[in-house]
């Protein structure tokens, strides 16, 4: 069933944890046809340029579908593609602005594959062109041409995060500078959406994700820089930062939640639900172990929390509730209907 309908403030809120899937993890496609070329070394010190290089110049011959076509042609017989997934569909969106004179016109041939990284690729491409004074001297504008602003549409929402990624670019990449930055924004969606965008900008630049590696990551500090900054970026810090520890702790969930539950409220739930999504992420949106990780957790705030992140990542990989009510169907009864009004609340955004 597709989804329609509904807005507020929570169902923004929502939309940020759902803007942070794919961060840790990969995501398998359906592919339609093969591969055009030879895949890239694995030597992950050469592939991410390898891909960047490839899928640039087919957006420049050929055109964004052709790029997203290939890439999911060769997606999952190639390990290194899909970690560095997100990354590649960066360079895909900061091509695209070759092509298109404007935000919009890029966001029409845009594809939400690999957590919307064409989306904050293309907002780094013209934040790039614009230059940093340009860019930070009238935020509001860069989104404005998007349709859905009223209704607070996915494609809106997509674009401002994106600012944050965007911003990071031309802050070259430092966090506080550009969080102070997204407090230009008009709007508290506005502001929380970019803000969330520095935050997923900050751990894909780690090197384990494709990019160079960021000062403001500590693997001994693993929730850190979400313990440095104000309470006002504090939820959507801690709403990405399980992806960096759990790469810190080898992926063990329970020192995770173990890490999470130190956190002060009302911000633990938020690294709960973080969790959540790399749940259902690192199972690739396959119930039975999606579940099985979320009963991980220690307590019903813990579980609970954790199938709320899981059941939005499943509700934005598949663009249908089908798969999120099964989830919902497989957890414990006293979760069931906090996962079921989860879902209710994304109803239209896709």
Not at 147 to 156: A, E, F, M, N
Request: hydrophobic content about 40%; aromatic content about 10%.
């Amino acid at each position: 069933m597709k989804l329609t309908g509904r807005t507020g403030l929570w169902a923004i809120g929502l939309l940020v944890a759902v803007a942070a899937a794919g961060v840790l993890g990969s995501h398998r496609f359906a592919p339609t046809r093969k591969p055009m070329g030879a895949r890239c070394p694995q030597d992950p010190r050469v592939a991410l340029a390898c891909y960047e290089e490839r899928y640039r110049s087919i957006v420049a011959a050929q055109g964004v579908a052709e790029a997203f076509a290939d890439l999911k042609a060769g997606y999952g017989a190639d390990p290194e593609m899909q970690r560095l997934c997100h990354a590649i569909t960066h360079a895909i969106g900061q091509a695209a602005v070759r092509r298109y004179s404007t935000v919009a016109d890029a966001f029409a041939y845009g594809d939400n594959a690999c957590g919307s990284g064409y989306y904050h690729g293309v907002m780094q491409g013209f934040a790039l062109t614009l230059g940093r004074e340009k860019l930070l001297s009238d935020l509001d504008a860069v989104c404005a041409a998007v349709p859905g602003k009223q209704r607070k549409s996915l494609d809106y929402f997509n674009c401002v995060h994106g600012l944050g990624h965007a911003i990071m670019a031309v802050r070259t990449d430092e966090l506080f500078d550009a969080l102070h930055d997204c407090d230009g924004l008009t709007g508290s969606m506005e502001q929380n959406a970019c803000v969330n965008g520095v935050f997923m900008e900050n751990l894909i630049v780690d090197g384990a994700h494709g990019g160079h590696y960021s000062k403001y990551l500590k693997p001994g500090e693993p929730l850190y820089p979400c313990t440095a900054v104000g309470d006002k970026y504090k939820a959507e810090c801690f709403a990405m930062q399980t992806s960096y520890a759990l790469g810190v702790v080898q992926g063990d969930f329970a020192k995770v939640f173990a890490l999470c539950a130190e956190v002060g409220a009302p911000f633990r739930k938020n690294c709960y639900q973080s969790l959540g999504r790399d749940a259902a992420t690192i199972s690739r949106d396959q119930v039975p172990a999606t579940v099985a990780t979320c009963k991980l957790g220690r307590d019903h705030e813990q579980r609970s929390y954790c199938v709320l992140g899981a059941v939005l990542d499943f509700v934005y990989y598949y663009h249908s509730d089908v798969q999120a009510q099964a989830l919902c169907s497989g957890v414990e009864r006293e979760l069931q209907q906090g996962c079921r009004s989860a879902i209710a609340q994304l109803v239209g955004r896709f």
